[in-house]
């Protein structure tokens, strides 16, 4: 089945930082998405991003289907932010509804 | 208020005993699916459903079944849990069938199983 890896596994950033995420996965997919998981416990989704660039607010992704990965920028990072960042990807080809995700990215942004 | 329902939110149980963890969405998304949480190993996903009456296999389906009689339930059942079934479950839905589109989640259901 598909791999997804993301890096790193664990993030501290002081308040107003930047951060990058990365989301690697070892097979074509039909989509992407991103996801944050608060402190407790609530799945919130980021962007649905099978390819491209989107952008909401200070978080932006970009999805490079062909090399086969995805990015999670945050800028002027918040408290508010911390909590575990998870990519999920669908499987390719006729593999729809199924979906494998990454182990997550925990981020702790200090005041 | 558009949401993913799931009941109950926290349960103990024993090994053995029959359970059935409910989920139910109000927005009349096609996509169905749960998911275990598990510490160190993300979301895995158990079953999912395209649309009513038809489900199929996630990557860990073993020791659950599921079924989808109607379009807006997707309850996941135990039929004789063990103790490596004590996780954080979630339920999710999606609007689109084909290319599943943005996830909704429900806040999830604590099982501990003794």
């Known amino acids: 089945g598909i791999q997804v890896e993301q890096s790193p596994p664990d993030l501290i950033l002081q308040e107003g930082a930047n951060s990058t995420l990365r989301c690697n996965f070892s097979d074509s997919v039909n989509n992407l998405q991103w996801f944050h998981q608060n402190p407790w416990g609530q799945l919130i989704n980021l962007f649905y991003?099978?390819?491209g660039t989107k952008q909401n607010g200070r978080l932006s992704a970009t999805t490079v289907a062909t090399e086969r990965y995805s990015l999670l920028y945050i800028s002027s990072s918040q408290t508010t932010d911390s909590g575990v960042y998870f990519c999920?990807?669908?499987?390719?080809?006729?593999?729809?509804?199924?979906?494998?995700f990454g182990q997550g990215t925990i981020l702790t942004v200090h005041p | 208020e558009a949401q993913v329902t799931q009941n109950p939110r926290y349960l103990i149980t024993v090994t053995g005993k029959k359970l059935t963890v409910t989920c139910s969405q109000n927005?009349?998304?096609?996509?169905m699916s749960w998911y275990r949480q598990d510490p160190g190993l993300g979301l895995r996903q158990i079953y999912y459903?395209?649309?009513?009456?038809?489900?199929d296999k996630g990557d860990v389906p073993e020791g659950y079944k599921v079924s989808r009689k109607e379009k807006r339930n997707f309850p996941l059942i135990l039929e004789s849990p063990s103790p490596n079934q004590t996780s954080l479950y979630f339920c999710?839905?999606?609007?689109?069938?084909?290319?599943?589109?943005?996830?909704?989640f429900g806040e999830g259901s604590r099982l501990t199983v003794l």
């Open positions: 991003i099978p390819s």
């Open positions: 927005m009349n998304h096609e996509y």
């Open positions: 999920a990807v669908e499987h390719g080809g006729t593999s729809y509804g199924k979906l494998t």
């Open positions: 999710a839905s999606s609007l689109t069938s084909y290319l599943t589109g943005e996830l909704f």
């Open positions: 459903s395209m649309n009513v009456e038809v489900t």
